[in-house]
Every structure is written in structure tokens, then in C-alpha cells.
């Protein structure tokens, strides 16, 4: 938390503009990875190490790296206005939480894989090789920082280059073994007989005996209604011997399409790509059906699926983004479609790494927290958010500003919330100490910040 603070305080710096802030703020931003690295190492002792320390410590961490990199994002805008470098460093400033999101989302994985199936597959994937690449791009980010005193836009420009290099091994590498090593079928989430076998009474009553057990916001409204969709669509691909994987990269190449119609300076642009996006959300549902109807449920499936849902989302919030910038320039909007944008690989890093880390205490330990917060109380709110979402989405097209005002700031009042009580849960159940007599699994490296 330390490391965070004084990461806060040379942002501050650096927003300030003046002749001698940007300097004090690379000082107090060296100075804060170096508290991180301390930290980091005084987790581990002769005794042992705490669960929640080093959780809660990667996550300031990681949180202290984008304030800094969104207060050089705000300083290239108060210096230049709109040029080239203020939008590659929007793209320096979200790689880096998918660089971790990935990392974290590997581990994950393996431990999830490990609780259902008892196969061991090794979450420190980060040979010598790419740990060298890793620290190289880390080095020749910190030199361009330090030529940026004296050059500020040619040391900023090869800053992101090198950190929008780092972020994309480190997806590309996670993504690579992912592949290799997750190919293992889901028995469990084998199911019901394939969809063309239902008839529309038996998937209502599936849908409604879900809402009765449940609770009515066990999931969105809207999230239901995609199923029903989804349970109709199925036969189609089926028959036609579609793939859940191919479903799921279509579905994020329909979000990318929808982007890329959003952005198009045309009348019709936003009802269509919002058609797309609709299309594609519906993919969403159609894949995880998909694969337990054909018995092909696979731990890569449902890796790689999650992780396009997300970059497709983030497509569609950047495009959003975009269309607010090119009508209303940078107004109060903009910065807060682009604080929801920006949010996204954050909330499900928490997600991922709170995953992560009750399955990691679970294996050690032998208790028993559950990695994923779901059918609360506290959660349940969120499931009618998530349709008020949807709604502002379709007013958008009637009344476009206060619809996006109401669709960002919920989806910003959702994603806080999401991520304060993963936080408020991490404090309650990862405060645990694991000896050094029960094992060496200490001594493995901590997660790495890009």
C-alpha cells in the first residue's frame, strides 16, 4: 500500500505540468517500485508468508503502474492536444492489466484444473528466456523514461513502445501454453442432452426452475434471455458441425466489426453496430452450450472464451469512446466512457487473481473458500445493473447522450463495486499464513509487474 501512495504522489507530480514535476515524478515513481520490491520479498521469511499480502500487494501494484501511465497519457494531452503519442499511450496504458489479466488468468487455470481433474500442470511458466526478454523491455522502458528529461517526446515514444512490446509477449506467450496445456475435456460441466432434443416448454421450465433456486437476479434478465436464444440457435451449429471455439473467435470478430461500424463517420453506424454487438452477445451463450452438447467442453474453450469476451468488450467501450471524442471532444463524458473503458482488464484481473488465489489456499491448505463470488446477496445487485445496461443501450439509439451518461456511469458504479468486495472477501478469507514447514512452494517467484 506504501508503494501505492508514493505511485499516487508522483502522479499527482506529473499532472501538475510544471518545470520540475515531471522530474520529481519519475523520482517518487522509481522510488515506489523499489517500496513494491521490498514489500514484495518481506512476504516471504524464514516463517512463511501471508496469502492476502501478496495478493493485495500485485494488485496495488499493477493499479499504481496505469495511474501512472494514464497521469503521462493526461501530460502528453495538456502539453500537445490530440497527436498520435496521447493515443498510443491509451494502448500502452490498457496492454499492461491485460498482460497481467492473462498471467493471472493462466494461474488460475492450472489450479482449476488441478481441483477438477487432479492433473498438475505448472503455473510459473516464465522461463529463462522470456524472463530475460521481460527484463530487457523492462530496462529499456526505465532508460526511455530517463531520456524523456531531456527528450520528452522521443523518451515517451520509445516508453510505450517498449511496455506495448512487454504487455503483447506476455499475452502472446500465456496464450501459447494455454493452448498446449489446457486441451483437457470438462467432464463436469458435461451436461443435458443436446439442445435439438428440448422443446420450448422444457428450456422455459430449465430457466424457471433456475430463477426458483436461485433467486429471480441469479443471473440478468437479459442474460436469460440470450440462454433461451441460445438453446434455439444451438441445432443450427450443430447440425452444420460448427465448433464451440469457432462460435466463440465469430462472436469476437462480430465485436471487432461492430467497432470498426461504431467508429465509421456514417447516419446508420450506431444502430448497426449495435445490431452486431447484440448478434455477438448472443454468441457468448451459444459456445459454452455449444461444446457441452457435442461433449467437447474443453479447460482451453473456456480459457480462450473468456478472454475474447473481454477484448471484445473493451473494442466496443474504446469505439464508444471514440464516437464521444470525435462529436463532443474531451468532455466530461469522454473521461468517463474512458475511465469505464480503461476499467475493464482491471475488474477481471481481481476476478481472476481472487480465482486464483482461494484455489491456490484451498490446495495448500485444505479448506475450503470458494473462488468465485457468485449467488450473494452483495452480487445479486449487480445482475440488475447489468440489465439497466442493457436498457441505457437501447435508449442510445432515441437519445444518444444522457443514454451513454446512464450506460457508463452504471457500468463504472458495477465494476468499482465488483472489485471492493473481491477486496472486502480477500480480507476476510486470505489473512493465512503458509509455513515454511509445510512445503517450498514459497520460494516460487512473485507475480511480475510489466
Known amino acids: 500500500m506504501g508503494s ?17 514535476s515531471w522530474a520529481t515524478g519519475l523520482i517518487l515513481y522509481f522510488l515506489s517500485v523499489n517500496i513494491h520490491k521490498y514489500a514484495s520479498i518481506s512476504t516471504q521469511d524464514a516463517q512463511g508468508y501471508q496469502f492476502y499480502n501478496r495478493f493485495i500487494n500485485g494488485w ?8 501512472f501511465r494514464f497521469a503521462i497519457v ?33 494461474s488460475a487455470f492450472t489450479r482449476w484444473i488441478f481441483e477438477q481433474k487432479k492433473i498438475y500442470i505448472e503455473s510459473d511458466i516464465q522461463k529463462w528466456r522470456f524472463s530475460m526478454a521481460a527484463t530487457l523491455l523492462n530496462n529499456a522502458a526505465n532508460f526511455a523514461l530517463l531520456v524523456s528529461l531531456f527528450k520528452f517526446i522521443e523518451g515517451i515514444w520509445f516508453y510505450q513502445i517498449f511496455i506495448v512490446m512487454s504487455g503483447a509477449m506476455f499475452i502472446f506467450y500465456y496464450i501459447y501454453h494455454a493452448r498446449k496445456k489446457f486441451k ?3 467432464y463436469n ?15 422455459f421450465d430449465e430457466c424457471k426452475e433456475s430463477f426458483t433456486r436461485y433467486g429471480i437476479y441469479s443471473t440478468s434478465i437479459s442474460e436469460k434471455v440470450n440462454d433461451i436464444m441460445a438453446y434455439y440457435i444451438n441445432p443450427f451449429f450443430i447440425r452444420c458441425q460448427i465448433g464451440a471455439n469457432t462460435v466463440s473467435i465469430s462472436s469476437f470478430l462480430v465485436q471487432a466489426i461492430a467497432a470498426v461500424v461504431i467508429i465509421s463517420p456514417v447516419p446508420w453506424a450506431w444502430p448497426v453496430g449495435l445490431i452486431l454487438y447484440v ?51 474531451f468532455c466530461m463524458l469522454f473521461w468517463v466512457a474512458l475511465f469505464s473503458t480503461l476499467i475493464i482488464p482491471y475488474c477481471m484481473f481481481m476476478y481472476d487473481r481472487y480465482s486464483s488465489f482461494a484455489r491456490w489456499i484451498n490446495q495448500e491448505l485444505k479448506v475450503n473458500i470458494r473462488p468465485y463470488l457468485r449467488n450473494e446477496k452483495y452480487v445479486r445487485p449487480a445482475h440488475v445493473i447489468v440489465d439497466i445496461e442493457r436498457i441505457m443501450l437501447l435508449l442510445s439509439l432515441f437519445m444518444f447522450v444522457p443514454a451513454m451518461w446512464g450506460y457508463f456511469i452504471v457500468n463504472s458504479i458495477l465494476y468499482v463495486g465488483f472489485i471492493t468486495y473481491h477486496l472486502y472477501s480477500a480480507s476476510l478469507n486470505f489473512p493465512v499464513l503458509k509455513s515454511s514447514s509445510q512445503g517450498e512452494i514459497f520460494n516460487r517467484p512473485l507475480t511480475s509487474v510489466i
Open 4 to 20: 501505492f501512495i508514493v505511485c499516487l504522489l508522483a502522479c499527482g507530480m506529473i499532472v501538475l505540468n510544471m518545470t520540475w
Open 60 to 67: 496495488w501494484a499493477i493499479v499504481g503502474v496505469g495511474c
Open 74 to 106: 493526461n501530460l502528453i494531452y495538456q502539453r500537445y492536444g490530440f497527436i498520435s503519442l496521447f493515443w498510443f499511450a491509451l494502448l500502452g496504458l490498457v496492454i499492461t492489466p491485460y498482460g497481467m489479466l492473462i498471467e493471472d488468468r493462466y
Open 184 to 186: 483437457i475435456s470438462d
Open 189 to 203: 460441466s458435461l451436461g443435458k442432452a443436446s439442445p435439438q432434443k428440448l422443446t420450448f416448454k422444457e428450456i
Open 279 to 329: 448478434i455477438a452477445t448472443i454468441g457468448d451463450h451459444i459456445d459454452g452450450r455449444l461444446a457441452r452438447a457435442t461433449l467437447k467442453a474443453s479447460f482451453w474453450g473456456k480459457f480462450i472464451e473468456g478472454w475474447l469476451d473481454i477484448l471484445g468488450l473493451t473494442c466496443i467501450r474504446m469505439a464508444l469512446t471514440w464516437v464521444i471524442y470525435i462529436k463532443y471532444s
